[in-house]
């Protein structure tokens, strides 16, 4: 779907797109860069790129404040800890030696770096530091910038590819 948006509903599919993902869906966040050339919203190329990094970098900034109060509701009960510990991924144990560590060192400055990795799962970042951290606003603040310069990070990537190509 989001491959495909056009126009305002376009808009609306990425912006909920990125909502999920920051919160429940394990995939790419960078996909809302394909519908660019093809949205039909009105505006230049580079316009319309900059309006996709807004509407995705709310969308996400949006579905961490869910993950946050999920999070903040999940550090106060013992049984999804314990679960988290018991289950064949070792969540908890990689969680804590990369980004938790990330958190602690460089806060929400950490997360926003975190998110800018390309291909990097937003949903680990995203509930890693929701259990460190406190501040729903410094966290969402933090989630947009990191997913808009995830998005930018993703287009220089591209475009030296190109440029090399």
């Known amino acids: 779907m ?41 505006l230049p190329t580079e316009w319309t790129l900059i309006v996709v990094i807004v509407i995705s970098a709310t969308g996400k900034a949006v579905g961490s404040v ?14 999804v800890v314990r679960l988290l510990e018991r289950s064949r991924f070792d969540v908890v144990g990689w969680t804590e030696r990369r980004t938790v560590e990330l958190a ?12 800018c990795v390309p291909g990097f799962p937003d949903t680990i970042s995203i509930y890693a530091f929701t259990v460190l951290e406190e501040d729903y606003v410094k966290f969402a603040l933090a989630t947009f910038a990191g997913s808009a310069g995830r998005l930018l990070v993703t287009l ?10």
């Open 66 to 79: 869910v993950a946050f109060h999920l999070g903040q509701r999940a550090k106060q009960s013992g049984p």
């Open 104 to 115: 602690r060192k460089f806060g929400y400055v950490g997360l926003a770096i975190t998110l």
């Open 156 to 165: 220089g990537l591209l475009g030296s590819v190109a440029a090399v190509i």
């Open 2 to 42: 989001v491959c495909t948006a056009t126009g305002p509903v376009g808009l609306f599919i990425i912006g909920f797109y990125s909502f999920l993902i920051a919160f429940i869906l394990p995939l790419p966040s960078e996909v809302v860069l394909v519908p660019t050339s093809t949205l039909r919203i009105g």
